[in-house]
């Protein structure tokens, strides 16, 4: 059973998160119905896999009618990327911000600063999040083209 407070005690900040960001969303403006999730708009990479040794952007954009509770961040493999990397070969930009209508965009880079043939099997996930929903955008490599195959010499006799 858990204990009891006594009358008076504040609550722990973490009971008091959920009402606080309820009372946020209807309280953002009048028109809380036009509100929409959050929704990646641009995905920006190499249109070729980069060349092991090569220091690499990719950019993830995003739209967000919350940005102030809005949280855009990179995953590598379901793990967040400094976890993954700590020794911070690859690692996240800081968000950009920018007014766009009735909304903000948000964007950040991923970089990777020396760009390994593991990176082409890591599951790179964009994420934005909101109280109003989520989206997601995998990085995907289009596989190296094969190396052509040597000509053969064919003779007469």
Known sequence: MAAL????????????????????????????????????????MPSEPPRVGESVTISCEAVS?????????????GSFVEKLHPE?????????????????ALRRDLHFSSFGTQH????????VLSPLGVDTREVRWLPPAPAPAPAKSGGLG
């Open 5 to 44: 407070r006594p009358a008076g005690t504040p609550r722990p900040p973490a009971q008091l998160f959920l009402p606080l960001l309820c009372w946020a969303v209807v309280s953002h403006g009048t028109d809380a119905m036009a509100l929409q999730p959050p929704s990646i708009t641009v995905l920006q």
């Open 65 to 77: 009618s919350l940005p102030e509770f809005t949280l855009l961040y990179w995953l590598g493999n």
């Open 88 to 104: 911070g070969a690859v690692h996240e930009g800081t968000v950009l911000e920018e007014a766009n209508g009735s909304g903000v």
């Open 120 to 127: 082409l099997h890591t599951n790179f996930t964009c994420v």
